[in-house]
Nanobody
Framework: VQLQASGGGLVQPGGSLRLSCAAS????????MSWFRQAPGKERDFVAG????????MYADSVKGRYIVSKDNAKSTVYLQMNNLKPDDTAVYYC??????????????????WGQGTQVTVSS
């Protein structure tokens, strides 16, 4: 297993969750790590990405100001802090890794390895 996502669950609107994605050192080193999400009946959409040294991040417009992506290179782990969650954030969240340039991060086709997904449900 290359990537292992965790941290999903049920949360009320306005609440917070932090997702984690642990990777093998070989998978993690030098690569961009991103989060995607897929709601039932919808396509898998880009959420956030962070480059190899953590100095460059990108967010989907729908989560800007609410989500924060970060990484701990020593632990080969990437995180997604999700705040002020809304029912529309309900989805299975996936982590993935790519060597692609920044402009390609939103394209799921450029990602080589994917985690198994973790369910996030926002409901009262």
């Amino acid at each position: 297993v290359q990537l292992q996502a965790s941290g999903g669950g049920l949360v009320q609107p306005g609440g917070s969750l932090r997702l984690s994605c642990a990777a093998s050192e070989r998978t993690f080193r030098g690569n961009t790590m991103s989060w995607f999400r897929q709601a039932p009946g919808k396509e898998r959409d880009f959420v956030a990405g962070i480059n190899w040294n953590g100095g460059n991040a990108m967010y989907a417009d729908s989560v800007k100001g609410r989500y924060i992506v970060s990484k701990d290179n020593a632990k080969s782990t990437v995180y997604l802090q999700m705040n002020n969650l809304k029912p529309d954030d309900t989805a299975v969240y996936y982590c993935a890794t790519t060597w692609g340039v920044r402009s390609s991060w939103p394209d799921s086709q450029v990602y080589r390895y994917w985690g198994q997904g973790t369910q996030v449900t926002v409901s009262s």
